[in-house]
């Protein structure tokens, strides 16, 4: 059975349209991308074989287009749509902190940090410098490393805050390996951060670990 032959309710764009997004599953916000599915299938079917082949949904919108165009049911067409539509997503999230917008929820900074960082095949420390109102002066990756690590090193960080004239840092970094929780090492390069830039009269507001799920803040943990 095609799409347009489900009745009207089911149908994962009136769905959309009746209740918002949020209600749709992996398969059916995909498969409004795909528009139609291979032969013999309809677009929800092919999604799903997609998620459940080369997923999850993560693992599949994180391969570039000429990756993804390789797929079944894909081809340059819908990569390109989907690729597109990731990035969208992308420059949504970090549109207000590039702005010069004042972080008012912490939880947005840590947000902008998965979004650079998230997928990244080593691990990558990286600070993002605010001035004295909290608004976002530039965003730098500072420290790459291997799939096990990045040496930090606070002067140079300090170094680069008194570039910007920044009153605060916000830094962070990914673990390739998945998991956010802090290891001991992250909590001992966030002391010496903090240490280092009050030197110079900088804050260090908090410490993000990026893995899957949501951002590890160092700061609810009063770590910072």
């Known amino acids: 059975m095609l799409l347009h032959d489900w009745p009207a309710q089911e149908r994962p764009r009136e769905r959309l349209l009746a ?14 991308f795909l528009g139609s599915g291979l032969r013999g299938q309809d677009a929800v079917a092919t999604a799903r074989d997609l998620l459940a082949r080369h997923g999850p949904l993560r693992e599949l919108l994180e391969r570039g287009p000429t990756e993804l165009m390789k797929l079944p049911g894909l081809g340059p067409a819908r990569a390109c ?13 970090a549109a207000g902190l ?6 008012s929820d912490p939880h947005s900074a840590g947000r902008y940090f998965a979004q650079r960082l998230r ?8 600070c993002l410098f605010l001035d004295a109102r909290h608004r976002a002066l ?3 990756e500072l420290f790459h490393g291997t799939v096990d690590g990045a040496e930090v090193h606070p002067r140079e960080v300090v ?18 390996s998945g998991n956010p929780e802090p290891s001991a090492a992250d909590r001992a390069v966030t002391a010496r951060l903090k240490q280092s830039l009050a030197l110079v009269d900088v804050r260090l507001l908090d410490h993000f670990v990026i893995g899957d799920g949501a951002p590890s803040s160092m700061a609810a ?3 910072v």
């Open 159 to 176: 170094r680069r805050a008194l570039a910007h004239n920044a009153a605060a840092v916000i830094a962070g970094h990914n673990h390739p």
């Open 81 to 93: 749509r989907l690729s597109a539509a990731l990035e969208l997503c992308n420059r949504y999230l």
């Open 98 to 103: 590039e702005r010069g917008e004042a972080l």
């Open 221 to 223: 943990r009063g770590w």
């Open 19 to 32: 209740g918002g997004p949020a209600q749709l599953s992996d398969a059916e916000l995909l498969a409004i």
């Open 119 to 126: 997928g990244q095949p080593q691990e990558v420390f990286a």
């Open 138 to 140: 530039a965003f730098e």
